[in-house]
């Protein structure tokens, strides 16, 4: 989980961007199985996370 809301979503930002990137360079496999990326927000609050 990472954050994309709040004070520090950056951080969640450029989290998800660089697995993102490294998904793109192995072509969305590893081991021959499909990479899939479920992205959430755990929003960075008392109540979030």
Do not use: P, Y
């Not at 950056?10 to 998800?16: K, L, M």
């Not at 660089?18 to 998904?23: D, K, L, P, R, Y």
């Not at 479920?38 to 609050?45: G, K, L, W």
Request: net charge negative; hydrophobic share 35%; charged share 20%.
């Amino acid at each position: 989980m990472l954050t994309h809301a709040g004070a520090n979503a950056f951080f969640g930002e450029n989290s998800q961007g660089g697995v993102e990137s490294a998904i793109l360079d192995r072509v969305g496999e590893l081991l021959g199985r499909r990479i899939k990326l479920i992205a959430t927000d755990e929003q960075c609050t008392s109540e979030g996370g």
